[in-house]
């Protein structure tokens, strides 16, 4: 888990929750933050004015937006991984066989973040893309990597984010996101039934290191119109188990 900072910077904080609320508001002006962070006009104009001179924001007429240099940074922080190399191959080869939505999440601070994602010629759009952060416990993905992560970390994980309910269908309790859990580690695929998207199923494998350290996860996804119960799980998951298994073993060797 994240640890916490011995003597926290305020400035620092404040920075950060300017750029968030530039990305929650999709771009505003120096009032709509203020009001929006409940925070002095003239303090959040001179945290603006200092990321435009950083070239870390935008402005357009009198609003602000956050920049695209972020990108790099984000570029930089996905590249570091092996795992994005390597993966990527084994994905573009089940989208393109599949003609679904393949993803490749990664957890960090307690949340998953979706470093590469490709789509096949029938897959549907949904509102994630890569660098989408989400709850672990109501993906599939997510669930894949909560069950290879020890138990002590995912109290962690639970008690700092919760298990907000997304869908009708989310996990919100405890006691059975630890025996589903249970059951992905016994059957070594995790299931999202509509728990995150309403009309999506998903299905999700862990990619481990050969320590057994989780360093990700991989699923494939699509609509249930499509993924009836015999392709969700049977087919999809013959699919990742040797998708995952190429990925460990080029990990292993690489």
Same mark, same amino acid.
């Given at each position: 888990m994240s640890p916490t900072a011995r003597n926290p910077i305020k400035s620092t904080r404040t @920075?950060? &929750?300017?750029?968030? *609320? #530039?990305?929650? #508001?999709?771009? %505003?002006? !120096? @009032? $709509? /933050?203020?009001?929006? #962070?409940?925070?002095?006009?003239?303090n959040v104009h001179n945290y603006l004015s200092t990321l435009e001179e950083a070239e870390y924001v935008v402005k357009r007429g009198t @609003?602000?937006? !956050?920049?695209?240099?972020?990108?790099?940074? +984000?570029?930089?922080? &996905?590249? =570091?991984r092996d795992l994005y190399d390597i993966a990527r191959p084994e994905m573009d080869?089940?989208?393109?066989?599949?003609?679904?939505? /393949?993803?490749l999440l990664v957890e960090e601070h307690g949340r998953?973040?979706?470093?590469?994602?490709? $789509?096949g010629d029938d897959a549907v759009q949904v509102d994630a893309h890569v660098g989408t952060r989400v709850h672990l416990h109501c993906t599939a993905l997510g669930k894949a990597i909560? %069950?290879?992560l020890?138990?002590? =970390? /995912?109290?962690?994980?639970?008690?700092?984010?919760g298990l907000p309910a997304v869908t009708d269908d989310t996990i919100t309790d405890r006691d059975e996101l630890r025996e589903t859990l249970a059951d992905v580690r016994e059957r070594g695929i995790a299931f999202d039934r509509e728990e995150r /998207?309403? +009309? #999506?199923?998903?299905? *999700?494998?862990?990619?481990?290191?050969?320590? +057994?350290?989780?360093? +990700? $996860?991989?699923?494939?996804s699509g609509p249930t119109t499509r993924i009836?119960?015999?392709r969700l799980e049977e087919e999809i998951p013959s699919l990742l188990e040797r998708a995952t298994n190429v990925i460990e073993l080029n990990i292993t060797y690489s």
């Open positions: @920075t950060f &929750r300017i750029l968030e *609320a #530039l990305v929650e #508001l999709d771009g %505003a002006g !120096v @009032t $709509a /933050v203020a009001d929006h #962070l409940d925070l002095p006009k003239s @609003t602000f937006h !956050v920049g695209i240099r972020f990108l790099e940074l +984000g570029a930089h922080a &996905r590249n =570091r080869k089940i989208a393109d066989e599949e003609g679904e939505l /393949v993803n998953g973040t979706y470093i590469y994602r490709v $789509a909560l %069950a290879h020890p138990e002590e =970390r /995912v109290d962690e994980i639970i008690t700092r984010h /998207v309403e +009309g #999506l199923r998903c299905a *999700a494998a862990p990619i481990c290191s050969n320590t +057994g350290r989780v360093l +990700g $996860a991989l699923s494939i009836q119960d015999e």
